[in-house]
């Protein structure tokens, strides 16, 4: 179950950092051989370096994440795609919240931490509860090429999720 935890941890750092090594150097301020075996699953991070990759996903990404490692244990032939369910699901989650009427899309900035790329742009989905702290959120990284297909009105986004974002995030 460790290597699914980090597979799925190692490619939403890719997603946001561009490479571990950036990632844990500059973020978790940890070396190289401390990053190596907890990935490895010889030691543990610390608390504060933990709550520094929990910070890597929204709550509710967090919590999808634990589903996802549990049904990983129920049907070990989901552990080979452990990484591709999780963002389908990420995907089908948003674009059901979506079309129930209950999400809303937007466009928010990006944590570029190189000021001077724009690759990308985020997308964020959130179900509110009107209680501060408790809304729901999963967020997704698209290639900045779609920005002009989906500034617009909310409309065009919902229906730009609805069509594209599957097969734009996940790859299917």
Same mark, same amino acid.
């Given at each position: 179950?460790?290597?699914?935890?980090?597979?799925?941890?190692? &490619?939403?750092?890719?997603?946001?950092?561009?490479?571990?090594?950036? =990632?844990?150097?500059?973020?978790?301020?940890?070396?190289?051989?401390?990053?190596?075996?907890?990935?490895?699953?010889?030691?543990?991070?610390?608390?504060?370096?933990?709550?520094?990759?929990?910070?890597?996903?929204?709550?509710?990404?967090?919590?999808?994440?634990?589903?996802?490692?549990?049904?990983?244990?129920?049907?070990?032939?989901?552990?080979?795609?452990?990484?591709?369910?999780?963002?389908?699901?990420?995907?089908?989650?948003?674009?059901?919240?979506?079309?129930?009427?209950?999400?809303?899309?937007?466009?928010?900035?990006?944590?570029? =931490?190189?000021?001077?790329?724009?690759? =990308?742009?985020?997308?964020?989905?959130?179900?509110?509860?009107?209680?501060?702290?408790? &809304?729901?959120?999963?967020?997704?990284?698209?290639?900045?090429?779609?920005?002009?297909?989906?500034?617009?009105?909310?409309?065009?986004?919902? &229906?730009?999720?609805?069509?594209?974002?599957?097969?734009?995030?996940?790859?299917?």
């Amino acid at each position: 179950m460790h290597q699914m935890y980090v597979d799925i941890i190692i &490619d939403a750092i890719i997603e946001q950092y561009e490479s571990e090594e950036h =990632f844990y150097t500059e973020y978790l301020e940890i070396q190289e051989t401390s990053w190596e075996n907890w990935k490895k699953g010889r030691t543990n991070l610390g608390s504060e370096e933990m709550q520094k990759v929990k910070n890597l996903f929204t709550d509710y990404e967090w919590m999808l994440t634990q589903k996802i490692l549990r049904q990983t244990i129920l049907f070990p032939e989901k552990r080979n795609i452990a990484v591709s369910e999780y963002k389908r699901l990420k995907t089908t989650i948003a674009k059901k919240w979506l079309q129930t009427g209950v999400g809303l899309a937007e466009l928010i900035p990006t944590k570029s =931490f190189n000021e001077e790329e724009h690759d =990308f742009i985020d997308l964020k989905v959130t179900v509110s509860y009107g209680e501060w702290g408790f &809304d729901d959120i999963v967020t997704f990284r698209l290639p900045s090429t779609l920005q002009p297909q989906l500034e617009g009105s909310k409309v065009e986004l919902l &229906d730009w999720v609805n069509e594209n974002l599957m097969g734009t995030y996940v790859g299917e």
